[in-house]
T-cell receptor, first 116, second 115 residues
Framework: DTAVSQTPKYLVTQMGNDKSIKCEQNLGHDTMYWYKQDSKKFLKIMFSYNNKELIINETVPNRFSPKSPDKAHLNLHINSLELGDSAVYFC???????????????FGEGSRLTVL | AQSVAQPEDQVNVAEGNPLTVKCTYSVSGNPYLFWYVQYPNRGLQFLLKYITGDNLVKGSYGFEAEFNKSQTSFHLKKPSALVSDSALYFCAVRNRNTGGFKTIFGAGTRLFVKA
């Protein structure tokens, strides 16, 4: 049973289009994240949500809009896609520090976005 | 600002030899420190963590890491490398002073174990 699942695994689209990536976790975690991994494998946090509330927005362009309908889901919608948005986007979840589990992240398998 | 440095882009080691992947960090207060591994076309997997207590922590697949507060380092080690250990390794820090909602990753070190 997959702990953190994200769909789709691959997206190929044209510049200017809009796309969405969905993420669900069945671990009962309170906190969910979106990370971007570029072609050099650098991992950069984009957003952090805790109990559906946005906690961190790491200077991500407004074209990126996360939505958390409940604490088990965190979706990412991207408007007006640009070439530089091509990357692998990872969803992750964890418990907040101080609760059981002590904060390690559980990652999905990634969604590879290619903008042509 | 917090940061994590992994000074080596790649580490090459022969199977059966010990391996070390280096990590240093810069963060105020007492951080949570982690190591993750990423296999090709996969998500990151948690290996081990340091929170408090014994400076030597043991994790999955025979890996261990040594926390050194004075050197602000958290090097990953394994006594005997396997070819299957070849992967991309990330050191990460989570700062409890800022509520811990932000995990910062190093640039990653590619480990190549030769048979």
């Amino acid at each position: 049973d997959t702990a953190v699942s994200q769909t789709p695994k691959y997206l190929v689209t044209q510049m200017g289009n809009d796309k969405s990536i969905k993420c669900e976790q069945n671990l009962g975690h309170d906190t969910m994240y979106w990370y971007k991994q570029d072609s050099k494998k650098f991992l950069k946090i984009m957003f952090s949500y805790n109990n559906k509330e946005l906690i961190i927005n790491e200077t991500v362009p407004n074209r990126f809009s996360p939505k958390s309908p409940d604490k088990a889901h965190l979706n990412l919608h991207i408007n007006s896609l640009e070439l530089g948005d091509s990357a692998v986007y990872f969803c992750a979840s964890s418990q907040p520090l101080g609760l059981a589990g002590d904060g390690e992240l559980f990652f999905g398998e990634g969604s590879r976005l290619t903008v042509l | 600002a917090q940061s994590v440095a992994q000074p080596e882009d790649q580490v090459n080691v022969a199977e059966g030899n010990p391996l070390t992947v280096k990590c240093t960090y810069s963060v105020s207060g007492n951080p949570y420190l982690f190591w993750y591994v990423q296999y090709p076309n996969r998500g990151l997997q948690f290996l081990l963590k340091y929170i408090t207590g014994d400076n030597l922590v043991k994790g999955s697949y025979g890996f261990e890491a040594e926390f050194n507060k004075s050197q602000t380092s958290f090097h990953l080690k394994k006594p005997s490398a396997l070819v299957s250990d070849s992967a991309l390794y990330f050191c990460a820090v989570r700062n409890r002073n800022t509520g811990g909602f932000k995990t910062i990753f190093g640039a990653g070190t590619r480990l190549f174990v030769k048979a």
